[in-house]
């Protein structure tokens, strides 16, 4: 049998099997087993790993939550994104990072392009797209310039997820709107980049030893992609991609769908939020062989965001939209559906199933029923950050003004 070519992709992509076509399975789904939570209690990445799931290892710790210290943020952040390894905590804000110590020491600040920042554990460093258009890699001890990378299309794209695998790079890029009054962005890649096993820097900090290895380009500006340790899954519109690490395409998956937001589970297990061709926003989730247990229409606001599903090590599938949680099973039966209090700035699930949720002025937790409990109010301000575990049971979280630790007493 001739090898399939997908046309989708410019200059045509060779996969080694023709299209399968999401399809609601006739026979019920065996459950599938809870996942162990790992021994790592980092958070590299918005929401928290690359499947982009929420979870994060730790339990939630009993007690009264109190405040262990504050410091204050070197700008206003409506919206934020707290990052953290080791003992450094980042604060990814829309135009401004800031990195801290674990005792609220700020140990550098700097601006930031659109497309987010991404910790490296094995090099120590942190990616984000600067002002230039170089992707740079700042060292976690002290926000140094480690090197500078001359990636694709520099800040015409914004590059929302950046992989390191060892001395590579796996990134996606999409077409940033510069000219609001332009033609409409249209174009999204995926880029294989080599830093090299012995990265060569010029006295100027640019990476002499980057290379690009691979790079797949697309007609459209919807792209979204998240990965296990194998496999990285793409999906844009009407498809789903399944590739290896080495951005070769396996399997393509079809559907008549525009993606919104995309998570992972531990077994490659996709869940999506997407626009029907019919306009309505539905939840789909499918395994990585094209069958959907899950194909169910979604109502309600989101807000100006969706958040890719937070998916609990026992698999239920968490929504946020504007001010409410709603809870799934991953063959979409409704457990919960509960009001948040006000507008939910964002959340990570824990270990012991607690969805842990920063909004208004308020943190609090929703257990596997969906019982609310408020863990700390901050009169007067506005969460506007997911809230952050600690390795020690403690919890940071941002206002517009202020990073706070918290523990419980």
Known sequence: MAPYIDTTWIGGVEIGTPPLELHLRTEPFEPIPPARPGTGDDFVRSYGNDQLNSRVNMSLAPGRWEIAWKAQLPVRAPSCRLLRLGERILVDAPVEWCLYDNA?????????????????????????????????????????????????????????????RRHFLLASGIELQRNPHGAPRQSSNLQ????????????????????????????????????????????????????????????????????LAMSLDEKTNIYLVA????????????????????ARELRGSFGETVSPPLVGFDHTVHLLFRERIKAYTADGLLLWDEHAGAAIAGAVVMADGNLLVAAGGLLEAFDQHGKRTILRTFPGEAVCSQPLPGSDGSLFIATEEYLYELIAR
Do not use: W
């Open 275 to 294: 626009l029907s061709d019919n306009s309505m926003v539905i939840l789909l989730c499918a395994t990585p062989d094209g069958e959907l247990s899950c």
């Open 104 to 164: 609220g020491k700020q140990l550098s600040t700097g601006s930031v392009a659109p497309g987010g920042i991404t910790l490296d554990a094995a090099r120590g460093v942190y990616y984000m797209m600067n002002r230039l258009g170089y992707l740079a890699a700042r060292e976690l001890s002290n926000g140094a310039s480690s090197f500078l990378m001359g990636i694709d299309f520099g800040n015409s794209f914004m590059h929302p997820f950046v992989a390191p």
């Open 192 to 259: 294989l980049i080599d830093l090299g096993e012995q990265p060569e820097v010029s006295n100027d900090h640019i990476l002499k030893s980057f290379r690009t290895v691979k790079t797949l380009k697309r007609k459209t500006a919807c792209l979204f992609a998240a990965m296990n340790e194998n496999a990285l899954v793409v999906a844009t519109d009407d498809r789903i991609y399944v590739a290896d690490t080495g951005l070769n395409i396996l399997k393509v998956l079809t559907g008549k769908f525009t993606p």
